[in-house]
């Protein structure tokens, strides 16, 4: 793509033009979006630079010379004493009201440009900016030695290595001329004490915020608002320290960006002690949805009971309604609810607790196999057990056969046994047979007498019937 032929070309910082550096951000957290920098004569409006140094230290300087500086270039600048080297961030008309806002009313507050930097200048200034940080904590440990209630943050060296500021953070007053004197001492330069706050702190040392973004300090926010606990009571957020405050350890300043909308939204509203009087009750505050204008009613004024939610409109209804002694019937127009505005964000409806199902339908899972392993041990258990039963009965029944083929043999030895015992003689039977025709003799004669008895019951019976006759 040819792009020198483009109507608004980006550039490096080299040429005019829609330059990238008035977009991007030039040196950390006091970037300003030069909006002016494709107008054609802006930089020859006026013959002012801001220039910026380490962090939030920004300076305002006269280009008498008529140097071509555009955003980005390293310019060397009168300083007191010596001389500062820093990089020119904004140039043209936006200048004049940077000074406006930065309260600059003597004109010896603004002092001079001498040059653009050369290499002796970068040399002198890495190395003084490679002094940095053994000095601040070198200087820690001379405050804790002598017993001061301070805390160095940071420390800054001029361009050419002759002074030193030194940015301290402390609760009360604190007396420094001693260390001062000892920093003097030790370091060989000018010392220069500056007071800073604990969001200046945080804007110099940086972060990520709970927003998962950049911290607003060490990006853009260059004047800092004092916040107080009303811009949450506006907003209607709980006062958890944990959760207001900030990295620096104080309110967090993004409370203070929607505090005019909630505080416009909030004068639509009825006032919190208004009483509803319809024919089912009465009814009180009990929450409040400021931006959507809902509002909350209960019938109990501590507790949520019967809870119904109404638009603000509908609540000024009622209001005007029990002031001419009127109550509707219920508190919902028409005896419709009307509908809940749906949220655009898509969490609104999420369960929190859906990584805890999760979890918990992995621990039934876990059960539910261990459950079936258990149950097929015990079917491998059993039928291991009816093997084994089924092997023992085929083994009785082989035994049983075994032993019904040792009958045929018993039967044998019994024949051979009573063939083996001795057997009576012939005389003896002969015997055995007369005392059975005996007893057999003796049993018909028995069977006679009897016969005989019996015929004389019948002669005697005859008797009897024949005795009428004759009389």
């Known amino acids: 793509m040819d792009y020198k032929n483009m109507k608004f070309r980006m550039f490096n910082g080299c040429d005019r033009g829609l330059c990238r550096c008035a977009v991007g951000r030039q040196d950390r957290q006091l970037n ?7 107008v054609p004569g802006n930089a020859e409006s006026t013959d ?30 009168e300083a007191n004493p010596g001389h500062d080297i820093g990089v020119v961030t904004l140039t043209g008309r936006l200048v004049k009201l940077q000074i406006k806002k930065a309260n600059l009313r003597s004109a010896d507050d603004i002092k001079r440009i001498y040059r653009i930097a050369k290499p002796v200048d970068f040399e002198k200034w890495d190395e003084a900016k490679s002094r940095e940080h053994g000095t601040m904590i070198q200087s820690r440990q001379i405050a804790k030695d002598l017993g001061l209630k301070m805390k160095i943050g940071d420390v800054e060296y001029q361009g050419d290595g002759n002074k030193a500021i030194f940015y301290y953070i402390a609760d009360e007053r604190v007396d420094f001329r001693q260390l001062i004197k000892v920093l003097a001492d030790t370091f060989h330069v000018r010392i220069e004490m500056k007071q800073i706050g604990a969001r200046q702190e945080a804007g110099r040392i940086g972060g990520t915020g709970p927003c998962g973004r950049e911290l607003c300090c060490a990006t853009w926010m260059k ?13 209607d957020i709980s006062l958890n320290p944990q959760k207001l405050a900030g990295m620096c350890a104080k309110l967090k300043c993004c409370l203070n960006y929607e505090v005019d909308n909630y505080v416009e939204a909030s004068k639509k509203l009825p006032p919190k002690d208004a009483l509803l ?17 809902l509002i909350t009613y209960s019938t109990d004024k501590n507790l949520a009971s019967n809870l119904e939610t109404i638009s603000a409109e509908r609540a000024w209804e009622i209001i005007k309604m029990n002031k001419a002694g009127e109550k509707p019937l219920s508190l919902i127009e028409n005896g419709k609810a009307k509908p ?5 964000d898509l969490l609104a409806e999420a369960d929190l607790s859906r990584f805890d199902k999760a979890k918990k339908k992995k621990k039934n899972n876990n059960r539910q196999n261990n459950r079936k392993r258990n149950a097929q041990g015990d079917n491998r258990q059993q039928a291991d057990n009816r093997a084994e039963n089924k092997q023992q009965g085929e083994n009785r029944q082989d035994e049983n056969r075994q032993q019904g083929d040792n009958r045929p043999n018993r039967q044998q030895n019994n024949r051979r046994r009573n063939n083996n015992r001795p057997r009576p003689q012939q005389g003896e039977n002969n015997k055995g047979e007369a005392n059975k025709a005996e007893t057999n003799k003796a049993v018909a004669n028995k069977g006679e007498g009897n016969k005989g008895e019996a015929n004389k019951g019948n002669g005697n019976k005859s008797g009897e019937n024949k005795a009428p006759n004759n009389e």
Request: aromatic letters at 12%; a neutral charge.
């Open 223 to 235: 004047n800092f608002v004092s916040v107080g606990t009303n811009a949450a009571r506006f907003q």
């Open 32 to 38: 300003t979006y030069d909006w002016l920098a494709d």
């Open 277 to 293: 009087q319809t024919a089912d009750g009465e009814y009180h505050q009990f929450k409040v949805d400021i931006l959507a204008g």
């Open 48 to 77: 002012l630079v801001e220039v910026q140094f380490k962090n939030t230290r920004k300076g305002y300087y006269h280009n008498v010379n008529n140097l071509d500086l555009k955003k980005g270039d390293v310019v060397a600048v």
């Open 340 to 344: 809940a505005p749906k949220s655009s």
